[in-house]
């Protein structure tokens, strides 16, 4: 052989697993026993993290809270604000705790969400006449006209998280996702 030409590398020197005849039999190949074989980046007992309902269910919360912050007409709001106001809207006077519980947060939370409403201006706090433990929470005029200004982008929310599903798979996430929520 010339100067500038390699020579194939001897079978013998190279580590790792023979390689396999491409002409044998499925059956008979070394791989056939693991179904993730053609997948280096998955485990040999077939776990991948990557496929598991709880990483998706994550992803699809990034995807959606990055359209909402991209698309709400307000963009200071956070999801958990906008739950808070949408429903005041919706329910009008609530207590703390029961604005928690319809809107899926612990009271800590509630408590901060309703904190930073105040801030801006947009509910009224007051205790409960007839269990002074109690607060009550409203909407002020300013919340009550952000929160009827803000449905049609929150629509538009809902649309694009959803567009790359038909009419029916998306009627069959929610349905899904109500089960088990």
Do not use: C, W
């Amino acid at each position: 052989m010339g100067a500038n030409r390699k020579r194939p590398p001897d079978p013998a020197s190279i580590s790792g697993p023979a390689p396999t005849d491409p002409h044998q039999p499925d059956a008979q190949r070394p791989d056939a026993q693991r179904p993730d074989a053609q997948r280096p980046d998955v485990a040999p007992d077939g776990y991948e993290v990557t496929e598991q309902i709880g990483h998706l269910l994550r992803r699809a919360h990034q995807r959606a809270t990055a359209l909402f912050q991209e698309t709400l007409a307000d963009p200071t709001l956070t999801p958990m604000q906008f739950a808070a106001l949408m429903k005041l809207r919706d329910a009008g006077l609530l207590s703390q705790n029961h604005l928690g519980r319809l809107t899926a947060m612990d009271p800590a939370t509630v408590q901060g969400v309703i904190r930073r409403l105040e801030e801006r201006g947009l509910i009224v706090r007051r205790a409960d006449a007839t269990d002074r433990r109690r607060t009550l929470l409203a909407l002020n005029p300013a919340g009550a006209a952000l929160a009827d200004q803000l449905v049609d982008s929150a629509r538009t929310v809902s649309e694009r998280t959803l567009a790359p599903l038909d009419p029916a798979e998306r009627r069959t996430l929610v349905q899904l996702l109500k089960r088990i929520g």
